[in-house]
């Protein structure tokens, strides 16, 4: 097809894709209705007369709820690797680094969630398609600076001071007030940044996939308002005045009455085709055919974005991946597999068993009280207008019977009934989740569940990905970074402005905000990452106990596992920080440093020296000089008092991993378990 194909011929496309995705979109449609609710019981009609008893199991909402959460629970990581030896390559990998990871954080932030709705895509409905593209529209009310006169937001004076703050004093200084404008501009930029990411659903969209599933082509069909529309950048002929598309005729001012727009898009190599109209239906749901508005447009030009000639980005800005799938089936129909396809019919099966227990029960269980005649009784004792008598029994009331009493009481169902029922639900429980993975029974230690939700990683290892093989949610992340850093290089060089975002680094005392910017020479021409799961902290106990081991064997560096095992994002510092509490808690020197500081501290003369005799041991904590008490404490007057060694917190730890790898300390290991529900 055409890069810039006619309304019919997008229409051609997407009917002739949709014969190619009837079952797989089916399976989807099936999983949602479940994941709503909506799926109701069958059983005969005559069960259901007798009251409202439908009974629809939680768990396949429980359950693809609950496993979203864990398997989402933490975000992965892009990597660069260096381009060479030396500082100079390492310093620029981490540039990128952090640019990119900062990027997708602010995107979140800019228009919503990606990571979770990723993998909640890939685990219910086992594919979707992503997107990650460059919008200008996001800049298109850039700041203008006049040197000449420039706006009163961005005046300042040699010393740096606007003119309020200086009132009649102030003069001009041109530098100053142009960086006050690169300034603002950078902020304002960061908080724009002119790229957008979507996870489309795999029901508005069809892949075009060439030979060994390569994606050639993506088509998609949204739905929105013309005023969406305008939000996201796009433009109409006419402006408001014009009644056109999602507009009534008699609401061309207003958006009370405004209707639904069609939105179709083209996704090729280098460049997207849209149309926005009218779109028609067959019985069945299926669009049978398609008009597009004559004014359709964007930023008043063709309905195209020619991503190689305004950005010189040649290939396909979009991916279709897969969660649970066959690798080696090459008809995407039958490809992907929505996590809870293969058990409905048990589950349809065990509610519908259920439903009819249930309505048996509500006839059934409640019995009465049964009349025995008595042999040789009057008939009138019996029958009432030629029909058997009925006889109240009101509470501690005695009351003559014709006969004796029996109670009424229906023998219940067959045992096959609860049997099935237990097959069934046991058979789809076996291949659910562990409760454990989710902080129920099952974990006797935090041991047990750290491996159980790493097994539970295991088993849905296709959703999750593989980033070297761009498959599975780990890869899109990947993917996403490599495209990103390449859109906002190609910004760089053909707008002329950088493409700052905000980033968060972790410091001691918190988190600091960071900024970094995206210039045309930043990536070196090369684009490729890498994605990776950072290991959060105390997540793996038994590993994180092995490198524990290792270091005290001094097998590995102690950065080492404080990266890999306790997943210390910053273990550089981390060391430095234990050896200057080892100096100051342990050296004599320390002591003198730690000494000054909290007599400067407490500030009076009197205190500071009352301190200084503390730590020399020759006055006690109440004041009393210890030579009065018959000598000196114990320490010989240097170092410190009897019962204040210091500790030493980072042998402490390391033992204390060591206890919780080996059974000694379940407690830790329990709180250092539950530290896995905390996002990375």
Request: proline residues 7%; hydrophobic residues 35%.
């Amino acid at each position: 097809m055409a890069n810039n194909p006619t309304p019919a011929e997008i229409t051609a496309l997407w009917t002739a894709k949709q014969q190619e995705f009837v079952e797989s979109r089916r399976r989807i449609r099936l999983i949602r209705q479940w994941l709503a609710h909506k799926v109701e019981p069958e059983v005969p009609s005559e069960f259901m007369t007798q009251a409202d008893t439908r009974v629809k199991l939680a768990f396949p909402i429980t359950t693809s709820l609950h496993t979203i959460a864990v398997m989402a629970r933490k975000r992965p990581l892009l990597k660069r690797t260096p381009l060479g030896s030396g500082m100079a390559p390492s310093t620029r990998a981490s540039k990128l680094e952090r640019w990119a990871n900062g990027c997708l954080t602010e995107l979140e932030g800019q228009s919503g969630a990606i990571w979770k709705p990723l993998v909640a895509s890939l685990f219910n409905q086992g594919e979707c398609a992503v997107l990650a593209y460059p919008l200008m529209a996001h800049w298109e009310e850039f700041p203008e600076f006049d040197a000449e006169d420039p706006p009163a937001r961005y005046q300042r004076d040699n010393k740096d001071r606007s003119p309020d703050e200086a009132g009649s004093h102030f003069r001009l200084d041109g530098k100053r007030t142009k960086a006050a404008y690169d300034n603002f501009t950078s902020d304002w930029k960061a908080h724009r940044i002119p790229l957008v990411v979507r996870v489309v659903p795999a029901e508005q969209c069809l892949p075009q996939f060439g030979p060994g599933m390569r994606l050639d082509g993506l088509l998609i069909r949204s739905a929105y308002t013309e005023d969406q529309l305008t939000d996201r950048g796009y433009a109409w002929v006419g402006g408001k005045s014009h009644p056109g598309p999602g507009r009534t005729d008699n609401d061309s001012g207003g958006t009370g009455m405004a209707r639904s727009v069609i939105l179709m898009e083209y996704w090729h190599r280098g460049g997207v085709c849209y149309y926005a109209g009218e779109p028609h239906y067959g019985p069945g749901g299926d669009l049978t055919s398609f008009k597009a508005y004559d004014e359709t447009t964007r930023n008043h030009g063709a309905a195209e974005i020619d991503l190689q000639r305004e950005f010189g980005i040649n290939r396909l800005l979009a991916c279709y991946a897969y969660g649970s799938h066959y690798p080696d089936e090459e008809n995407p129909d039958f490809r992907g597999v929505p996590f809870l396809y293969p058990f409905l019919s048990q589950v349809q099966g065990a509610q519908n068993l259920m439903t009819a227990k249930i309505a048996h029960t509500w006839r059934w269980a409640y019995g009465g009280i049964g009349v025995e005649p008595m042999e040789n009784a009057p008939p009138e004792l019996l029958m009432e207008d030629g029909h058997p008598r009925q006889v109240s029994i009101p509470p501690m009331t005695a009351v003559v019977l014709p006969g004796r009493a029996v109670p009424l009481v229906h023998p219940g169902t067959a045992p096959e009934v609860d049997q099935s029922v237990a097959f069934l639900l046991n058979d789809v429980r076996g291949e659910m989740p562990q409760q454990g993975a989710f902080g129920g029974a099952g974990a006797s230690s935090g041991h047990d569940r750290s491996l159980i939700r790493a097994h539970l990683e295991d088993a849905y290892g296709m959703v999750l990905g593989d980033p070297d093989d761009y498959s599975g949610a780990i890869g899109v992340w990947r993917w996403l970074g490599t495209t990103l850093v390449e859109c906002a290089t190609k910004i760089a060089e053909t707008q002329g402005h950088s493409v700052p975002v905000y980033t968060s680094t972790d410091v001691a005392d918190g988190q600091r905000r960071d900024y970094a910017e995206m210039t045309q020479d930043l990536a070196d021409g090369l684009f490729d990452l890498t994605a990776y799961y950072p290991n959060a902290e105390g997540e793996n106990l038994p590993w994180a106990q092995l490198l524990a081991e290792w270091t005290l064997q001094e097998l590995i560096p102690h950065q080492q596992f404080l990266e890999k095992g306790l997943g210390d994002q910053s273990p550089e510092r981390t060391i430095v920080d234990i050896q200057t509490e080892k100096f100051l808690f342990k050296t004599p020197q320390g002591q003198q440093i730690l000494a000054e500081m909290v007599a400067e501290a407490l500030g009076g003369q009197r205190e500071q020296e009352q301190y200084k005799l503390q730590q020399q041991g020759l006055m006690t904590q109440d004041g009393t000089p210890t030579a009065a008490l018959g000598g000196l404490a114990q320490g010989g007057g240097q170092g410190q008092l009897t019962g204040t060694a210091p500790g030493n917190p980072a042998q402490s730890a390391l033992g204390g991993i060591i206890a919780g790898g080996l059974g000694g300390g379940p407690a830790r290991a329990d709180a250092m378990a539950t530290m896995n529900g905390r996002p990375a």
